[in-house]
């Protein structure tokens, strides 16, 4: 790689397929989809590259309303149900790695039933 590259404002060392080796040593694995808008010429800040990113995936989810033939009155109803399903599945994740998971129990109850211990011992990990 000759030209400096980044993603955020870290640098590339090398792209190996998926995998993102950057200067620092550490290394990440990326989809090819975020690939190709995600690697910039400049490091860009935080609100310029979530900016980028936002901006990118919000033309795929329009693409995929318009295929859908979405009408603006079942948009709102829409984004909150996006938003619902990300929030259990976050939920459901949360209760899995502090053993509060139920099947068929509100995820929203598995956050609650989490232990302040708990929290810290998993914070020292």
Not at 11 to 29: L, M, R, Y
Not at 72 to 89: A, D, H, R, T, Y
Not at 94 to 114: C, D, H
């Amino acid at each position: 790689m000759t030209e400096k590259l980044y993603i955020w404002e870290k640098e590339i060392k090398d792209v190996d397929g998926n995998k993102v080796t950057f200067q620092d040593g550490t290394e990440c694995e990326y989809t090819a989809k975020q690939l190709e808008y995600m690697i910039t010429k400049e490091p860009k800040d935080d609100t310029a590259f979530r900016d980028i990113v936002l901006e990118n995936v919000a033309k795929d989810v329009l693409a995929v309303i318009q295929e859908h033939n979405i009408k603006k009155g079942e948009l709102s109803p829409l984004i909150q149900c996006i938003i619902e399903s990300f929030n259990n599945s976050f939920f459901i994740a949360v209760g899995k790695a502090f053993g509060t998971y139920q099947e068929g129990i509100n995820p929203v109850i598995f956050q609650e039933n989490i232990r302040i211990s708990d929290i810290i011992q998993m914070k020292d990990k």
